[in-house]
């Protein structure tokens, strides 16, 4: 029998915490759940051509993976410690092999056309905007350039992880499959250790409130 209304309600309900605990977990869930992610290759069900997502996605992560291996030009300029440096140039190497894998298998079918992003105008536009701060940020970054290269790289290192996963779910060819998921691992292992290193050059909480 349902409890009346009113003080009755509220004692049934408190004499209810297995429910009470299965309304906020669900609660929790659907406002904090996870965004959906690819989990197999594209086909008709999607609502974006499969063709066109995968050219898509394959420009995304030949940019991104463009840009990375340009990065380590900024030591023309500006210097780093030897253990950062040295990272940085790994992952700038590790990038221009993903380039080239990308080119190297673009014609296996389905071919890709790594070529086109299928972004709009405006979103290149600003993401040009934003790098190019970026690089005028380096260059006339003080102490705070080796903090400022390690969160960049490790949020670009985390970002290709993320789309060469998406893209290995996605891609029906097994050889380029597997290569992005070497390329995912490649670069969550490059992500992991920059936010070690952030950790030891970024000072505590504790210090800097002090």
């Known amino acids: 029998m349902l409890p009346k209304r009113g003080t009755d309600s509220k004692r049934g309900w408190c004499r209810l915490?297995?429910?009470?605990?299965?309304?906020?977990?669900?609660?929790i869930a659907l406002t904090f759940g996870c965004a959906p992610v690819l989990r197999g290759p594209l086909d008709?069900?999607?609502?974006?051509?499969?063709?066109?997502?995968?050219?898509?996605?394959?420009?995304?992560?030949?940019?991104?993976?463009?840009d990375e291996s340009s990065v380590t030009l900024l030591f023309g300029v500006k210097h780093a410690s030897e253990p950062i440096e040295t990272l940085v140039r790994r992952i700038g190497d590790?990038?221009?092999?993903?380039?080239?894998?990308?080119?190297?298998?673009a014609e296996s079918p389905p071919p890709i056309d790594w070529k086109k992003n299928g972004?709009?105008?405006?979103?290149?536009?600003?993401?040009?905007?934003?790098?190019?701060?970026?690089?005028?940020?380096?260059?006339?970054?003080?102490?705070?350039?080796?903090?400022q290269l390690?969160?960049?790289?490790?949020?670009?290192?985390?970002?290709?992880s993320a789309l060469a996963?998406?893209?290995?779910?996605?891609d029906i060819n097994a050889s380029r499959s597997a290569m992005l998921t070497t390329?995912?691992?490649?670069?969550?292992?490059?992500?992991?250790?920059?936010?070690?290193?952030?950790?030891?050059?970024?000072?505590?909480?504790?210090?800097?409130g002090s």
């Open 165 to 170: 996963v998406s893209l290995a779910a996605a």
């Open 44 to 66: 008709s069900a999607n609502p974006e051509p499969a063709k066109a997502t995968l050219d898509h996605g394959y420009a995304l992560l030949y940019q991104v993976l463009h």
């Open 183 to 208: 390329l995912a691992r490649q670069f969550a292992g490059f992500d992991a250790d920059l936010r070690d290193h952030l950790r030891v050059n970024q000072p505590s909480s504790s210090n800097r």
């Open 94 to 105: 590790a990038a221009a092999n993903g380039e080239a894998a990308i080119r190297s298998m």
């Open 17 to 27: 915490p297995f429910m009470r605990s299965v309304l906020l977990n669900l609660l």
């Open 119 to 147: 972004l709009p105008l405006i979103e290149v536009s600003a993401r040009n905007h934003i790098v190019n701060e970026q690089v005028a940020a380096f260059l006339f970054a003080g102490d705070s350039f080796e903090v």
């Open 150 to 160: 390690l969160l960049t790289q490790q949020k670009a290192c985390s970002y290709i």
